[in-house]
């Protein structure tokens, strides 16, 4: 694990030095993230302009919500995405011998090598846009609320990681799986709002096929004092069993692989 954090370290520090030779994108990333922001609470606006309450969610709750949706989208952009894209080329050129020959977990090593830095901003305003929800509903959030936010959050992003990982090995069989990817993200953008709001079939999909109900809903609860630890428990639970599905059919997506050297 130490090698592994001093690995991840490196490849942060050589993908910082690479991106400050193009600070342009800094400005550019910028840009697109206040358009972006700007967009989503107007839209927030104008729906509580009509309404007091969306699926039992106030306005500020569903900012906060839409914080930490924010926040996890940039976690994707910002690591996950970016390595399993990469994954994905060195599969389908077989390039990805040269990560198996390397001494350390090919799953570690896949996951850390790739960072785009600027997308940072994103994680920043989402960030923001929580806290200023917080401030704007008068909630005093305690320090085990803060704790169980963490671990709420990094649940989160962890059952965001397998998702992507999970449909990635499936690659290893029929190489080219682009579509499923785009397939995924417009149903994950669905999390931007409660699950609470959608009818069954569309809140089993975002439970149990496609989590984001516990990836943004369950931590969005916690930190505006909604806490329901049932949920919370039913978080873990979910994030362990797709670690582990996920672990597991990595192990025998490697056996399928055949590389360049094959």
Request: hydrophobic share 55%.
């Amino acid at each position: 694990m130490k090698r592994a954090v001093v690995l991840a370290w490196q490849y942060l520090r050589l993908a910082v030095m690479n991106e400050l030779q193009y600070r342009m994108n800094f400005v550019i990333q910028l840009f697109e993230t206040a358009i972006a922001l700007v967009t989503a609470l107007v839209v927030l606006s104008l729906v509580y302009a009509q309404t007091d309450s969306l699926g039992g969610w106030s306005r500020y709750e569903l900012q906060a919500l839409l914080g930490i949706y924010t926040v996890l989208s940039a976690v994707v952009r910002f690591s996950i995405q970016p390595n399993i894209e990469r994954l994905m080329t060195d599969i389908q050129k077989g390039t990805f011998d040269y990560v198996l020959v390397k001494p350390i977990d090919a799953q570690i090593q896949i996951s850390i090598r790739e960072v785009r830095v600027w997308q940072s901003i994103d994680i920043i305003a989402g960030a923001a846009i929580l806290l200023d929800a917080l401030f704007r509903l008068g909630v005093t959030v305690t320090f085990g609320q803060v704790l169980l936010f963490g671990l709420t959050l990094t649940l989160g992003i962890i059952l965001i990681y397998t998702i992507w990982l999970l449909m990635s090995c499936i690659a290893f069989w029929v190489v080219r799986v682009d579509n499923i990817f785009e397939l995924f993200d417009n149903i994950a953008s669905a999390g931007r709002l409660p699950v609470d709001i959608y009818p069954r079939w569309m809140r089993v999909i975002l439970t149990y096929l496609v989590p984001m109900a516990f990836a943004v809903t369950v931590p969005a609860q916690v930190i505006i004092g909604r806490i329901n630890m049932s949920n919370v428990a039913i978080q873990a639970a979910v994030t362990l069993g797709f670690f582990v599905v996920t672990r597991f059919v990595w192990t025998k997506a490697l056996v399928r692989y055949n590389g360049a050297s094959a």
